[in-house]
């Protein structure tokens, strides 16, 4: 019993001892003088925080493969993540001249359209009467990746003008 009442004892100054050696030992003392200011960083370019990318690809004949009675070409593109898959937008351009023209693309029989998942852009190119189409040549193509808030805060766009789209998220060639 007194074995226990020893150990009983013991574990209670081990504690108390404990608690108090955490206790503040004063007041707190002077605030220490200001640091020096650090230097200013460089201006970034202005741009849209919700439009995720704006690339523009140029994609040769040997970038298709043809695949039965078409022809399918890829382009990778990070900023399509899954939150953009289910509710953005990405908006794929076929420059003409000096026109960026949206994505199909209708040419009499001949059409190119595009589907995108995560990360990727996949491009395909038919012809309406299932004839096998003539390989694409060298074509540029411009991307843009909007998320789902852009496109509520800009109901009234028309993703179809490549300019509209420019000028409404403040996009930069």
């Given at each position: 019993?007194?074995?226990?009442?020893?150990?009983?004892?013991?574990?209670?100054?081990?504690?108390?001892?404990?608690?108090?050696?955490?206790?503040?030992?004063?007041?707190?003392?002077?605030?220490?003088?200001?640091?020096?200011?650090?230097?200013?960083?460089?201006?970034?370019?202005?741009?849209?925080?919700?439009?995720?990318?704006?690339?523009?690809?140029t994609l040769t004949s040997s970038s298709w493969t043809?695949?039965?009675?078409?022809?399918?070409?890829?382009?990778?593109?990070?900023?399509?993540?899954?939150?953009?898959?289910?509710?953005?937008?990405?908006?794929?351009?076929?420059?003409?001249?000096?026109?960026?023209?949206?994505?199909?693309?209708?040419?009499?029989?001949?059409?190119?359209?595009?589907?995108?998942?995560?990360?990727?852009?996949?491009?395909?190119?038919?012809?309406?009467?299932?004839?096998?189409?003539?390989?694409?040549?060298?074509?540029?193509?411009?991307?843009?990746?909007?998320?789902?808030?852009?496109?509520?805060?800009?109901?009234?766009?028309?993703?179809?003008?490549?300019?509209?789209?420019?000028?409404?998220?403040?996009?930069?060639?």
């Amino acid at each position: 019993m007194k074995t226990k009442n020893l150990l009983i004892v013991g574990l209670l100054f081990a504690g108390t001892t404990l608690i108090s050696s955490c206790a503040k030992d004063g007041a707190t003392g002077p605030a220490g003088p200001a640091g020096t200011n650090g230097t200013n960083g460089t201006n970034g370019t202005n741009g849209n925080a919700n439009v995720i990318g704006t690339n523009t690809v140029t994609l040769t004949s040997s970038s298709w493969t043809l695949n039965g009675s078409f022809y399918q070409a890829s382009i990778t593109a990070v900023g399509i993540t899954q939150a953009i898959v289910d509710k953005g937008s990405v908006q794929v351009y076929i420059q003409y001249g000096t026109t960026w023209y949206n994505l199909p693309d209708i040419n009499g029989i001949n059409s190119t359209v595009c589907g995108f998942s995560v990360g990727n852009i996949k491009l395909l190119n038919s012809n309406a009467d299932n004839s096998t189409p003539t390989i694409p040549g060298t074509q540029t193509y411009r991307v843009v990746i909007i998320a789902a808030s852009n496109l509520i805060a800009h109901p009234n766009v028309n993703f179809k003008n490549y300019i509209e789209v420019q000028n409404a998220f403040n996009l930069k060639d």
